[in-house]
């Protein structure tokens, strides 16, 4: 595990200033070109949910790349989480702030069965904004939240008091 932790912190490059002045932005684009990083990486994060989960929540854009890859790495299938306006059938929505603007995500609401376990992946943990919303689509959807798993949490952020209460795994802190 330290040994993939260290790989990581390789592979995100730092950008200032975007998209805006005055933000860090981690990319981990440099991560999904290594498909060895890559697949280290997704396991590492569901392992601590094993058996506890029937589907993976992939939040747009970032989280897709996740929840797909860790879907073809276990049993579980992919809830989509789109951004406003992308999902055809009935959808419940959520509005949200994150560290560099406002969004709204939505879920169709009739995707999974009654207390279906959905555990949430994406790559960045900031303010916790688009988690917390995440999960909040997914409870009102009438699913659970088994838990949140992230590449790299932002601590100074304060991700994790947005989501008290939920079991939040970061595989790496900033
Ligand atoms: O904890 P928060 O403050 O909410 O920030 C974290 C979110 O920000 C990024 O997504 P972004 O909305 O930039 O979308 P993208 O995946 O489409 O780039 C990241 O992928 C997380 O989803
Ligand atoms: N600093 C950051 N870098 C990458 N993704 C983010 N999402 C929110 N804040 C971010």
Known sequence: MDDIRAELESHIALVPDFPEPGILFRDLTPVFTRAELFRGMVDAMVEPFAGRYDAFAGIEA???????????RTDAGVLAVRKAGKLPRATLAESYALEYGVARLEV????????????????VLATGGTAAATCSL??????????????????ALGGRSALKGREVFSLLQA
């Open 62 to 72: 970032r989280g897709f790349l996740l929840a797909g890859a860790a879907s073809m």
């Open 108 to 123: 169709h609401a009739d995707e999974l069965d009654p207390g279906a376990r959905v555990l949430v992946l994406d790559d």
């Open 138 to 155: 997914v409870e009102r959807a009438g699913w659970e939240v088994a838990g949140v798993a992230v590449v790299l949490e932002l601590e």
